[in-house]
């Protein structure tokens, strides 16, 4: 299993952002996908998931803000992300499972100046 993150980059405060995560594989196939990030210095934390069924949680700091969705036509998951704040400066990761298997992306760095 494969997981490619793409559209992360440098905004300013209350700017946007759209992350995408590509799988190489049938995302129905996974129990769920989620969004984690990583600080300097801090530890990774998850910030929104969305389950086989279509469940979504997201963590209150992005709440309003964040919104996780998918397209399974095409095998992506997105994270919309408005209003960014300097504290979501991270690297952000997708994440998948299969049960306890667990699939990681790379990465993609986010950067939000204030």
């Known amino acids: 299993v494969q997981l490619v993150e793409s559209g992360g980059g440098s905004v300013q405060a209350g700017g946007s952002l759209r992350l995408s995560c590509a799988a190489s594989?049938?995302?129905?196939?996974?129990?769920?996908m989620a969004w984690y990030r990583q600080a300097p210095g801090k530890e990774r934390e998850l910030v929104a998931r969305?389950?086989?069924?279509?469940?979504?949680t997201s963590v209150d700091s992005v709440k309003g803000r964040f919104t996780i969705s998918r397209n399974g036509a095409i095998n992506t998951v997105y994270l919309q992300m408005n209003t960014l704040k300097p504290e979501d400066t991270a690297r952000y990761y997708c994440?998948?499972?299969?049960?306890?298997?667990?699939?990681w992306g790379q990465g993609t760095q986010v950067t939000v100046s204030s």
């Open positions: 594989e049938n995302i129905f196939n996974f129990n769920a």
């Open positions: 994440h998948a499972n299969i049960l306890s298997r667990e699939f």
């Open positions: 969305i389950n086989v069924g279509g469940t979504k």
